[in-house]
């Protein structure tokens, strides 16, 4: 794979990876994972992309912490946390 080729796929992977995060309607997340993967495979799984990936699920990881303290503040507080959970269901 070229170096224009290796950008592109990475701007892609994280545009996607940002777009994971914000999507809740299952059948968009569902073809959003098929495009991430696609352009995984494209990049190959060297060190460099394991690394990312590593640095990805740590901040996926750090992500889902504050929102369970969101969750858990708002219900010790009586507040609704409707919207609060979806979001954290979409973290995880």
Same mark, same amino acid.
């Given at each position: 794979?070229?170096?224009?080729?290796?950008?592109?796929?990475?701007?892609?992977?994280?545009?996607?990876?940002?777009?994971?995060?914000?999507?809740?309607?299952?059948?968009? @997340?569902?073809?959003? $994972?098929?495009?991430?993967?696609?352009? /995984?495979?494209?990049? #190959?799984? &060297?060190?460099?992309?394991?690394?990312?990936?590593?640095?990805?699920?740590?901040?996926?990881?750090? @992500?889902?912490?504050? $929102?369970?303290?969101?969750?858990?503040? /708002?219900?010790?507080? #009586?507040? &609704?946390?409707?919207?609060?959970?979806?979001?954290?269901?979409?973290?995880?």
């Amino acid at each position: 794979m070229d170096s224009t080729a290796q950008f592109v796929s990475e701007l892609n992977v994280a545009r996607f990876v940002e777009k994971l995060q914000i999507e809740d309607d299952p059948a968009k @997340r569902a073809s959003l $994972q098929r495009l991430l993967l696609k352009e /995984l495979e494209n990049l #190959g799984f &060297d060190c460099k992309q394991l690394g990312r990936v590593q640095r990805q699920i740590a901040e996926g990881r750090r @992500r889902i912490e504050i $929102q369970q303290a969101v969750v858990e503040r /708002l219900t010790a507080d #009586g507040q &609704d946390v409707e919207l609060a959970e979806n979001t954290l269901s979409n973290l995880v």
